[in-house]
């Protein structure tokens, strides 16, 4: 039985992104017989506070969840995060679980989950504590590649990434294994590092998608043709672009746009779409409930900023995939996603500038249930082919027995 230590901020009871990816990733390994230790932070995403049920405990707590022997330091919140705000959230979390290294057991793994960059830089301490444990990084997201691609840096915002970045290359030239969840990530981690690569996407329950199971959810229970946005409603979204989106709908009948998610764009946006009344907001179902919210769509959407290539691989895509819906989705043709979608032919993929011809394709969509049916059939084939849960984690699960 190997023991496992893994560091990261987010993690149970967050139930989106990648505190779910975590906790699952945790609890399989628990499942197939490992000994399991995660060092994380107070859940607070995406609502950028942290939950009421956690605010009055002390700021190091210990817990056992299902199985999951689980370390929390309370880390600062802000609830506007700003950048420097953000530089402060990452650096409370990483000085308060730096006390929580001292009170685990030697691991024969750790797994140190990116962002926080500085979850590496603790997981490497970790491994300078005792001889012969290998760490393992993850990247889920290349947090400050994805800032400097946006444009969002200047001034003393520059030095600071920059000092950030020198920490990113010494914990990957560090580490025994380095991972990320696409191919387009793998190939900047291999411009970054010369560490052993290994490709671990995120995954998908295409089970907890079952027809048979699924009823309509309260949120989309109209009979208009229903378009969906569901999740974290931040800054690598193209709120702007979503705006002049609406701007052109509005001429086409019997629609509905539902945006359920939170994060620190929602009131931003929220004073932005009060004047249409075919649009409707709500914040974050319970992960149980996601199969019956996003299967009820009769369109997925998700504009991605196009100056992004491959930091990122939302893992919303996977979800809405699944429903056997099809989607909309804009970005940067260069991308993984774009590839994704070429692939799968569930849906379609566009640059983000042809307004025109994403309102003509939803007008065909409304019109061609046919068509809608075929194209979701073809999204959730791919997804459980390449993403489906048991593949990925016993694959991954081979990986660590070896390494």
């Not at 700003?82 to 308060?96: D, M, P, W």
């Not at 979503?242 to 009131?267: M, P, Q, Y």
């Not at 931003?268 to 199969?291: A, E, M, Q, R, T």
Request: aromatic share 12%; with cysteine.
């Amino acid at each position: 039985m190997k023991k496992i230590t893994i560091i990261g901020i987010n993690y149970y009871p967050e139930d989106s992104a990648i505190g779910l990816y975590t906790t699952e990733k945790a609890e399989y390994l628990v499942s197939k017989g490992f000994d399991v230790t995660v060092i994380t932070g107070f859940p607070y995403y995406p609502q950028w506070q942290i939950r009421q049920d956690y605010k009055l405990k002390s700021y190091l707590v210990k817990e056992i969840i299902n199985g999951v022997k689980v370390y929390r330091s309370k880390q600062y919140v802000p609830k506007d995060p700003t950048f420097i705000k953000r530089i402060i959230h990452l650096i409370s979390f990483t000085f308060g679980n730096f006390i929580n290294l001292f009170k685990v057991g030697k691991p024969d793994i750790v797994i140190s989950i990116i962002p926080f960059t500085t979850s590496s830089l603790l997981g490497w301490f970790l491994k300078k504590r005792y001889n012969n444990v290998k760490h393992w990084v993850h990247i889920q997201d290349f947090e400050f590649d994805a800032a400097i691609d946006s444009g969002l840096l200047n001034g003393n915002k520059k030095s600071v990434i920059k000092g950030l970045q020198s920490i990113e290359k010494f914990v990957l030239k560090k580490a025994d294994m380095v991972s990320s969840i696409s191919f387009g990530m793998i190939n900047k981690l291999k411009s970054k590092t010369e560490t052993s690569t290994y490709y671990l996407t995120n995954w998908i329950d295409v089970k907890k998608f079952s027809d048979e199971t699924l009823k309509t959810h309260k949120y989309l229970s109209s009979d208009k043709f229903k378009i969906l946005y569901s999740g974290n409603i931040g800054a690598k979204q193209d709120w702007v672009f979503f705006i002049k989106f609406l701007n052109f709908l509005n001429k086409i009948n019997d629609v509905e746009v539902i945006v359920v998610g939170e994060g620190a764009e929602k009131e931003n946006l929220l004073s932005k779409i009060n004047g249409y009344d075919f649009v409707k907001h709500y914040n974050l179902v319970p992960y149980d409930d996601l199969p019956s919210l996003l299967s009820s769509a009769d369109l997925h959407i998700l504009f991605q900023k196009a100056e992004v290539i491959d930091t990122v691989m939302p893992s919303k895509i996977l979800g809405m995939m699944a429903s056997s819906r099809p989607s909309i989705v804009t970005g940067n043709l260069k991308s993984e996603v774009a590839k994704v979608f070429n692939n799968s032919n569930g849906g379609f993929y566009f640059d983000g500038t042809v307004i025109d011809d994403i309102i003509k394709q939803i007008v065909i969509l409304k019109e061609n249930k046919n068509m809608r049916l075929k194209l979701g059939e073809n999204a959730k084939n791919y997804v459980e082919e390449k993403y489906s849960k048991d593949k990925v984690l016993n694959k991954f699960i081979c990986k660590l027995k070896n390494f």
